[in-house]
């Protein structure tokens, strides 16, 4: 399976950062990164932060000048963690249609 190498998770995030404030994060840390897409992961129910997201940057170079900029920097209080995103693996879907007790 091949690995975007440019496409970043970014996990422990504040709950009150959303799409474009992740982005900030990071052209804030180094000008010179250009965020293609940055997407805070919601629940699908509440709409509130997970707390972690997915950042594309321009190339695979810009992406690891984001992780040495980004990880383990403090934001809101808590330190960002930034790696190359991995596909996501299948799973079994974890919600049972009918359950009797």
């Known amino acids: 399976m ?3 190498k440019n496409k970043l998770f970014v996990g422990n995030l504040p709950f009150s950062l959303n799409d474009g404030s992740l982005a900030a994060v990071f052209t804030d840390a180094d000008p010179s990164l250009k965020v293609v897409e940055a997407k805070v992961i919601t629940d699908r129910d509440s709409g509130r932060s997970k707390g972690f ?3 594309t940057l321009e190339t695979d170079e810009m992406a690891e ?3 040495t900029a980004v ?4 934001f809101d209080g ?3 963690t930034v790696n190359i ?3 996501m693996e ?3 879907d974890r919600r ?3 359950r009797s007790y």
């Open 2 to 4: 091949d690995v975007q």
């Open 78 to 80: 808590r330190a960002l």
């Open 85 to 87: 995103a991995r596909p």
């Open 96 to 98: 049972p249609f009918n």
């Open 90 to 92: 299948k799973r079994d």
């Open 71 to 74: 990880n383990g920097k403090e």
């Open 53 to 55: 997201g997915f950042v």
């Open 65 to 67: 000048l984001a992780i």
